[in-house]
């Protein structure tokens, strides 16, 4: 079964900091998924990662892959208070003819204060 | 984003009630999913729908029961409900096959069971 871990489970930080949020995975997978969620609202896709050592950025985020480790980072930088929110990876594998199965982590929630 | 729709949104009921919520997506994807998000646990997938066929059910309650008449709608009927059942249930959509195949959500219906 596979096993998604995510580190911290809460971060609260101030404004201007770095910081990196982990998500390690249990078996082999080379396609990771990072999403977002504010308070009340759905799932929002941020970054997929297909290939190990893949890195996408937009704007504060930056989102890297390492297969072989079985580790995702998402590195803030230079935090505002608009990135406050929940932050989930979800790492998928192949499952017989349907397609993948999507595991998600349990979340870091970030808030980031002024 | 109007990609994937889902009524209602706020939904509360008695536990002898039936009621049915729903979920249309508009992006031409093959795959539909219902999940649950309750408070302090992690993002349960509920059911799975590969070109309108139920391809995974992960030991839902009978009380549970979705249908998909077609590939872009997908409902989820609810019978004598437990006040456990209160949660966010959100409706997700992809293109199954597809390199990216990532999930795009809804902005879920919050049901609350007295």
């Known amino acids: 079964e596979l096993k998604v871990e995510q580190n911290p489970l809460f971060l609260s930080m101030q404004e201007g900091k770095n910081y990196t949020i982990y998500c390690n995975y249990s078996?082999?997978?080379?396609?990771l998924y990072w999403y977002r969620q504010d308070p009340g609202k759905s799932l929002e896709s941020l970054f997929v990662?297909?290939?190990?050592?893949a890195v996408k950025q937009e704007g504060r985020l930056m989102a890297s892959l390492d297969t072989k480790a079985r580790l995702s980072t998402l590195h803030i930088t230079a935090a505002v208070h608009d990135l406050s929110a929940t932050y989930f990876c979800a790492v998928a594998y192949a499952r017989d003819n349907y397609g993948q199965n999507f595991v998600f982590g349990p979340g870091t929630r970030l808030s980031v204060l002024p | 984003e109007t990609g994937v729709t889902q009524t209602p949104r706020h939904l509360v009921m008695g536990m002898t009630n039936k009621k049915s919520l729903k979920c249309e997506q508009h992006?031409?994807?093959?795959?539909m999913y219902w999940y649950k998000q309750s408070a302090k646990k992690p993002l349960e997938l509920m059911f799975v729908y590969n070109f309108k066929e139920q391809t995974e059910n992960n030991s839902v309650p009978s009380r549970f029961s979705p249908e998909c008449p077609n590939s872009s709608h997908l409902f989820l009927h609810l019978h004598t409900l437990q006040p456990e059942d209160s949660a966010l249930y959100l409706c997700a959509s992809s293109q199954e096959g597809g390199r990216l195949a990532r999930r795009y959500f809804g902005p879920g219906t919050r049901l609350t069971v007295l």
């Open positions: 078996t082999t997978s080379d396609r």
């Open positions: 990662l297909l290939s190990n050592g």
């Open positions: 992006l031409g994807h093959n795959a």
